[in-house]
Every structure is written in structure tokens, then in C-alpha cells.
């Protein structure tokens, strides 16, 4: 089996060639999305693109407000790797430094009552100034891939720029809206990845993510990564009922299940993706040894221009 | 209730005491399927259930066989029937609200007066939250959830939240509106003249101007008139729902896959959940493969990952024990587990959903 598998559908028309292209493209942007639906492998994947990277450049992987860490916590993976907790409040406070300036001001403005509260309760502030984080660190790296939020909160973050941008019109504020938009909306500058597993719903719901991708950022690059695919059963399943939803061996899972994700993926028939084995868990706590092998894995896809 | 399927006794009793059920999880892990197999199996116990799903990515409809689910509550008590081919009890109906659609019903809740309505909707920063991915999603569940708990017509409602490991920001939603809207905030954007009480307040205007521009200030001043009007039944529905949230009518079910790391998440958020008083009900563990048996030794690729996802699944279950066991006496102890096989094929519909419905069973712990 090859790695990367299928190339472009002569069908696609050029609108959608242009929003999907290869995976090794993946590699030549300086902000990499990593999106999809939760539990698809997004921060695998984004992990192993950000250790692929930075073998080159420096590299910053951005994760979410992951609560298990502290807000703003910059992790020095290696010399050439660092992993920030972006964090909604704490990115608010350091964007209000940068632009208000006089250390006075800035206390009186973050320490009001009303400031604090309008922050947090104003509906997509927090995905503002999380997206602002991750643009004001294109000074700092080469490369930056971030491990999206989930579907819905992902594209929040992307439409909130035109949400706020459009009412702060005219302002300060409403200018480095305008300039990200600028940023995160050039195919050279920008890539999206979108992650999905070889099930029904999260193939379906990438493609719905892509046209949600490309309604908001017309000119995106997009590529796919089908992830965690069964192996494919060499032993006999064995007789079973087709009409029970579980299967009772494991053979009859095995066998059921790559039969499943090879009808599945034929919702990707159109475009290019990349494959990426069911890598099985050698040790009970498993991150970090997946990670290792998807690297592995999209080391070799990076070569293959 | 069925003999046919296993009994738990912590999900039976949730099942049966409380009026709204809150399934809370990160994403991938089954959330909307065993959201919608539990308004089943409620359904066949003979309860009146709504289940709501709020996640933006328009799942359920799919789990239900549904091209789309409109904005009004779909009745699929006589589907529910034909797919299980028994009689049901109680009813079943599922929602997908649309942002809009519940942003006007919410609005028009707060106040008759068509003038009013009509000065909220034509506010631009209000029109931008009515909008899709604008981030008012949990707000507008949260007003769903209330809208359907207030009537009559259903015994339970299960509200199915976005996949987060910060399920936390939807549940503080009503607190965090109604300290904005407290009224010494609203009043100062009513009453400009105010700003001379407050030299903090007047700085902070001032800064806030100079960063978002004299229009989002004219705006936000808007805003504030628009909502004054309606701020005492909008603080009041705010209340409603802090209210109702930490009340034992509410219960709080987690969704998660038994692997090594949902031991930790379950822990950071019954630690949550306990802070704010709330409810915590039990966990439900879906996917697991525990039910599938191996040839020893493994014949091929295929089994020995089965293996080994199996034996990670043990893992997690000591861990699960061994948590529960350093909380003796506190509610941890008291959880009930519930184990859901993962399924061989996709979920197509009510008669998936039925079958998985029966397939809920307590996990030996």
C-alpha cells in the first residue's frame, strides 16, 4: 500500500482543485491549521507535523486552553521546538499591552469590572484573541501549526474576525483584523488540514468543514488526512449476522470493520489524501509513541513532491 | 421496561429522577449516538423526552436518519415504534436549533412590545450574534434547555453539548451574562452621563474607543439602550437557568472511550462540576472492545491491534477503579459505569439507536 494514495479527480472543478492539493504542500506554509471533528487525531497529527517541521525551522505548536495545562505555558519541546497553551484571558491581557502601551493605562483598563466582563461574555472575543495570539507569533517562527478546537468552535475562531472586524470598523483594532484576514487567507501563507477518521460522520463532516473553510477563506489550501485506518484482516471472519450493529470476534470486528472504512472513504473519492495507519498502542500510555510513527510517517510524505 | 436489556441501576434512577440530563465528553467518543440511544431508551420506559443536540456539525440528524431536523421538535415516537418493533410508552422527540431561530424566540420572551424587539434586532452587534459560528451557541442552548424544561409536554429533556474538555465556558454562560448586565453596567451605557461617576470607568471608555472606534462605542451604547428594556426579564431567565443548572433536577452524564486518558479528564471534571454544585451523575463508556474475543496467539495484524486496544482498555479500567476507590465517601464513589460495545458498522438510524439503547450495561467496576 502506498502512503499517498489517489491523486486529483480530473472531475473537480477548478475552484475546488485550487481549495485541495497535495499533502506535501503542508510542509511550505508558515501557519498550519490542524482541524476536524474532536477524536479524530488532531493533536496527533498536529504534534507530528510540528516535530516534521521544526528538523528545519523553528517551530511553535499552539494547543487550544488545554485545561490539564497552565494558561500561556510555552513548553520547550527542543531548541527548535516550542508548545504554547494559547489561553483566551491571558492573550486578551497581552494584546491590551501591546496596543494601549502606558503600563498605567493598561491596569486601569484590564483591572475594570466592566472590561473584564464585557472580555469574557461577549460571544467570540475569545476566539478573537486567540487567533490574534497565533498571528502576532508569525515574528517569532518560521512555522506555526495549531491544534484546532473541534468543528464548530474551530470556525468560530476564523469568523469572529469578520464578525468584530466589521464592528470596530475604522479602528485600530479593526485594522489588524483586516491585516489577519489578509494573512490567514493566502493559500502561500496558510494551510489547513483536516483530520478525519474513516467513519461516516467525521468524512461527512470534513467535507462540510472544507466549504465552511472556503466560505470564509475563498483561496484556502485544504488537505486531507484519513487517520487511524484498520488494518485489513488476513484470517477468516467466520460466519455473522450482517444485521447485529457489534460483531462478536475479533476477526469478525476486524474483518467488518476495514470493509466499513473502504465504502466510507468512497465520500472522499474526489480528493487527495493521505493515509495513516491504526498505529496499535505498545505502551499503555500511547501518545507520544503514535506520535513518533506518524512523524515517521509524514517525513516520508514530505519528500514525496 | 424491556427484560431483554441489562439493567443499571445509577442509569434507571438519573433516568427516572431527573427532568433535564446534560451529556458532557470530549469529541469522537459517541457523544450524540448514546445521547440519542438514552432519550431512547427513556422514550421506552414510558417518559415524554426531548433530546437537543447543539453541536454545531449538525450531528444527530445523521444518528437519527434525518436528512435535516427543523427548528420545531420532531415528533419519532411512530419511527421509534416501527423500528423497534414495540410499543413505546412515552414519546420521543429530537431538536437541532438553529442560532437565529432561537435567538428571536429568546428575545421575544423577554418582552411584548414589537418596538423593543425590533431595536434589539436591528443593533448590529446583536444582529452579528444571531449568527452562525458567532459564538452564542451556548447561550442559546442553554435558553433552549429552559424553553423546553418550562413546559408541560415533556417529562425529560437531554441536552447534547459541543464536544470540549472545557464543557466549564457553557455552564458559566448565564452567570457571566448576568453579572454583564447587572445594572450598574447597563445602566452606564443607558445613562452616559454616568461616566462621570467613575474615573476607572471614563479611562477605560476612553482606551476602549480608541482601540474599537467612536462606531462600536455608538454601537455598545445601542446595545445598552436596546437591552435595557428587557434587562430585568433577561437577568431574571439568567437566574432561571443558574437556578436550574444547580438543582437536583439536573443531572450530569459524561460520555468518554475507555482509554488511559479519560481517567484524568473525568477526574478535572467532576472536580469542576462538584466546585459549581452541580449534579454529577455517572460515566458512560462507549466504544469499548471488551466484548470481542481474540484467538491466542493474535492471527494477524488486524487481531493483535485489537489486542492491543483491549489490553489499553484494561488499563483504563484500573484506573477508573483506582480513582474511584481514592474517593470513598464523596459522589465519585456513588457513579455509576455504564460499558457501550463499539459497533461494527455506522449508526443509520432508530433501530441502531434502539438496539444500542440495549446494549448499555453496568461496567464491572
Keep these: 500500500m502506498t502512503d499517498l494514495e489517489s491523486s486529483l479527480s480530473p472531475e473537480i472543478s477548478p475552484e475546488k482543485r485550487s481549495a485541495e492539493v497535495s499533502e506535501s504542500a503542508a510542509f511550505r506554509k508558515q501557519f498550519l491549521f490542524v482541524q476536524g471533528k474532536g477524536g479524530v487525531g488532531k493533536s496527533t497529527l498536529a504534534h507530528a507535523y510540528a516535530q516534521v517541521l521544526s528538523k528545519k525551522e523553528k517551530t511553535l505548536l499552539v494547543s487550544i486552553e488545554d485545561p490539564l495545562r497552565a494558561p500561556f505555558d510555552l513548553a520547550v519541546l527542543s531548541p527548535t521546538l516550542h508548545h504554547l497553551n494559547n489561553e483566551a484571558t491571558s492573550a486578551f491581557e497581552e494584546y491590551a499591552g501591546i496596543k494601549i502601551g502606558a503600563p498605567r493605562l493598561v491596569k486601569v483598563f484590564l483591572q475594570n469590572r466592566f472590561m473584564r466582563y464585557l472580555a469574557k461574555a461577549a460571544p467570540g472575543i475569545r476566539e478573537l484573541v486567540l487567533l490574534g495570539k497565533i498571528w502576532y507569533e508569525r515574528k517569532n517562527y518560521a512555522r506555526i501549526v495549531i491544534d484546532m478546537p473541534a468543528t464548530g468552535h474551530g470556525l468560530t475562531m476564523f469568523q469572529s474576525l469578520f464578525n468584530w472586524g466589521a464592528l470596530f470598523d475604522g479602528s485600530p483594532l479593526a485594522k489588524d483584523a483586516s491585516d489577519m484576514i489578509k494573512t490567514f487567507s493566502d493559500p502561500k501563507e496558510v494551510g489547513h488540514a483536516v483530520i478525519s477518521l474513516a467513519e461516516e460522520m467525521p468524512l461527512v463532516e470534513s467535507l462540510e468543514l472544507r466549504d465552511h473553510i472556503v466560505r470564509i477563506f475563498p483561496k484556502s489550501d485544504i488537505f486531507f488526512v484519513a487517520n487511524r485506518l484498520f488494518p485489513a484482516p488476513t484470517s477468516n471472519a467466520g460466519p455473522f449476522s450482517e444485521a447485529l450493529p457489534e460483531a462478536r470476534t475479533a476477526a469478525e470486528h476486524a474483518y467488518r470493520k476495514s470493509r466499513l472504512e473502504k465504502e466510507n472513504l468512497a465520500e472522499w473519492k474526489k480528493i487527495s489524501y493521505l493515509r495513516v495507519p491504526f498505529f496499535p498502542p505498545r505502551i499503555t500510555h500511547s501518545f507520544s509513541g503514535v506520535v513518533a510513527e506518524v512523524t515517521a510517517l509524514l517525513s516520508k510524505s514530505e519528500g514525496a513532491k | ?365
Excluded: W
Design chain 2, 1 to 365: 421496561m424491556n427484560k431483554n436489556a441489562a439493567q443499571s441501576p445509577g442509569l434507571e434512577s438519573a433516568i427516572r429522577r431527573r427532568r433535564v440530563l446534560i451529556t458532557c465528553g470530549t469529541g469522537g467518543v459517541g457523544k450524540t449516538t448514546v445521547s440519542a440511544s438514552l432519550a431512547v431508551r427513556a422514550a421506552c420506559e414510558g417518559k415524554r423526552v426531548i433530546v437537543i443536540t447543539i453541536d454545531p456539525a449538525k450531528r444527530l440528524a445523521t444518528s437519527l436518519g434525518l436528512e435535516s431536523l427543523g427548528h420545531e421538535p420532531t415528533d419519532l415516537t411512530a419511527a421509534l415504534e416501527k423500528a423497534s418493533g414495540r410499543e413505546v410508552s412515552g414519546k420521543l422527540f429530537a431538536l437541532m436549533p438553529k442560532s437565529a431561530e432561537s435567538f428571536e424566540r429568546l428575545i421575544r420572551s423577554l418582552t411584548t412590545k414589537e418596538e423593543a424587539v425590533q431595536r434589539i434586532f436591528k443593533n448590529p452587534i446583536l444582529k452579528t450574534f444571531s449568527q452562525e459560528f458567532s459564538g452564542t451557541n451556548e447561550y442559546l442552548a442553554l435558553e433552549e434547555l429552559m424553553y423546553f424544561y418550562s413546559r408541560s409536554d415533556y417529562d425529560l429533556v437531554i441536552l447534547d453539548t459541543p464536544p470540549s474538555r472545557n464543557t466549564l465556558s457553557f455552564l458559566e454562560a448565564p452567570q457571566l451574562m448576568a453579572k454583564f448586565f447587572e445594572e450598574k453596567f447597563i445602566r452606564f451605557l443607558v445613562i452616559p452621563a454616568n461616566r462621570l461617576l467613575a474615573f476607572g470607568m471614563r479611562k477605560t471608555f476612553s482606551i476602549l474607543e480608541r482601540l474599537t472606534g467612536a462606531g462600536f462605542i455608538h454601537q455598545l451604547f445601542d446595545f445598552g439602550g436596546a437591552m435595557f428594556e428587557v434587562q430585568e426579564n433577561f437577568l431574571k431567565k439568567l437566574h432561571a437557568i443558574h437556578d436550574l443548572l444547580g438543582s437536583d433536577e439536573v443531572g450530569f452524564l459524561m460520555v468518554a472511550a475507555p482509554t488511559p486518558e479519560s481517567a484524568p479528564e473525568i477526574g478535572h471534571f467532576l472536580a469542576q462540576i462538584r466546585e459549581r454544585g452541580f449534579h454529577f451523575d455517572g460515566v458512560l463508556l462507549n466504544r469499548s472492545l471488551g466484548h470481542l474475543t481474540t484467538n491466542t496467539p493474535p492471527a494477524d495484524e488486524a487481531e493483535k491491534l485489537i489486542d492491543a486496544l483491549k489490553a489499553r482498555e484494561n488499563v483504563a479500567y484500573q484506573d477508573l477503579r483506582a480513582a474511584a476507590n481514592a474517593q470513598r465517601g464523596s459522589e465519585l464513589e456513588k457513579l455509576f459505569y455504564v460499558r457501550i460495545p463499539e459497533l461494527a458498522r455506522d449508526v443509520h438510524g432508530l433501530e441502531d439507536l434502539y438496539h444500542v439503547s440495549r446494549l448499555f450495561e453496568p461496567a464491572p467496576l
